[in-house]
């Protein structure tokens, strides 16, 4: 496992993270996995329904069986809205279509481990706790040195009533947030970022 970044602040992994899609073979243990689990239920929760649940999936043959399903799921969605979309949106779907056609594009970039935070019926605002455990997740991995991604290809394929069934997601749930979380190969340089429109300030 990499080690840990030495003298880490809150504002220096908000700062560092990147969305790494590029990742090394070696697989997560499950102590540092249970460690990013604790980071993820500290999140802010309302009322303190705490309403996530995890599936962490480390079955390389798995996680590609369900990529293939996914970039199947996508590209049938993808052909229905072809004839509605202006040039821009065609030039998008174009630059999707020919990535999903990829066999060897894996929609979890070969990451050794997948972490579905899932939420339970428990209110209007239980996506918005998941996605709360999330960042506090793909902090925490940042400061162990390691890489993240949401991906939110996955989601389709993550929620269908067999997958849910295979990982064990009782059929009420939801998964909101699939993380994956890896060894980086190579951690992409930072993007300039707009800076924050303000619409009011009283």
């Known amino acids: 496992m990499p080690k840990s970044i030495e003298g880490i602040t809150v504002a220096k992994a908000i700062q560092g993270r990147r969305a790494v899609r590029s990742y090394e073979p070696a697989k997560v243990d499950r102590a540092t996995i249970q460690a990013l689990l604790g980071a993820a239920i500290q999140a802010p929760t309302a009322v303190h ?30 052909s229905g809205h072809e004839g509605t979309l202006d040039a821009t949106a065609r030039a998008r779907a174009k630059r999707l279509a020919d990535l999903l056609a990829d066999p060897d594009f894996n929609i979890f ?25 999330a960042e506090n997740l793909m902090l925490m991995a940042y400061e162990m040195g390691l890489g993240t991604c949401p991906i939110g290809f996955a989601l389709p394929v993550l929620n269908t009533p067999d997958v849910k069934a295979e990982l064990k997601i009782p059929a009420d749930q939801v998964v909101v947030a699939p993380i994956i979380v890896g060894v980086p190969r190579e951690v992409p340089p930072p993007v300039p970022r707009k800076p924050p429109e303000v619409l009011c300030w009283k």
């Not at 649940?53 to 199947?72: E, G, I, P």
């Not at 481990?113 to 455990?133: E, M, N, R, S």
């Open 49 to 78: 329904e705490e309403p996530w649940t995890f599936a962490v999936v480390q079955d390389v043959a798995l996680l590609r069986r369900f990529s293939d399903r996914a970039k199947s799921m996508w590209a049938t969605e993808a």
């Open 109 to 133: 970039y070969d990451a050794s481990t997948l972490i579905a935070i899932c939420a339970k019926p428990l209110g209007q605002f239980v996506a918005a706790d998941c996605w709360l455990a």
